[in-house]
């Protein structure tokens, strides 16, 4: 089992930056890409950006030019740099990570998410 621990939301203005962490620990060997979804009220859970093991990203087009994943191997950890927030950009913000235990097998794993508030 992966265990993913987000860290470093809150609240900020709109046009303010905020950078998001996440720890994965346990069974971390195996673990191919990593992600960032949101969810906000009333909302479905859309994906925010990802990044694979060799760190090749993807990022949703209300993102783009604005975010920027990134991740560390050594420690484990994916981080999302957000600037020029808006306020549509306040939701829970979930780490995701794809765990590849052998062959095809492959589970996903969600961290308990943090709250991103942007006002204005």
């Known amino acids: 089992q992966v265990q993913l621990a987000e860290s470093g939301g809150g609240l900020v203005q709109a046009g303010g930056s905020l950078r998001l962490s996440c720890v994965a620990s346990?069974?971390?060997?195996?673990?191919?890409?990593m992600g960032w979804y949101r969810q906000a009220p009333g909302k479905e859970r859309e994906l925010v950006a990802s990044?694979?093991?060799?760190?090749?990203?993807s990022y949703g087009v209300s993102v783009k030019g604005r975010f920027t994943i990134s991740r560390d191997n050594a420690k484990n950890t994916v981080y999302l740099q957000m600037d020029t927030l808006k306020p549509e950009d306040t939701a829970v913000y979930y780490c995701?990570?794809?765990?590849?235990?052998?062959?095809?097998?492959?589970?996903?794993?969600w961290g308990q998410g943090t709250q991103v508030t942007v006002s204005s």
């Open positions: 995701s990570a794809d765990r590849f235990a052998g062959g095809t097998s492959w589970a996903r794993s």
């Open positions: 346990g069974s971390v060997w195996g673990i191919d890409a």
């Open positions: 990044i694979t093991y060799s760190g090749t990203t």
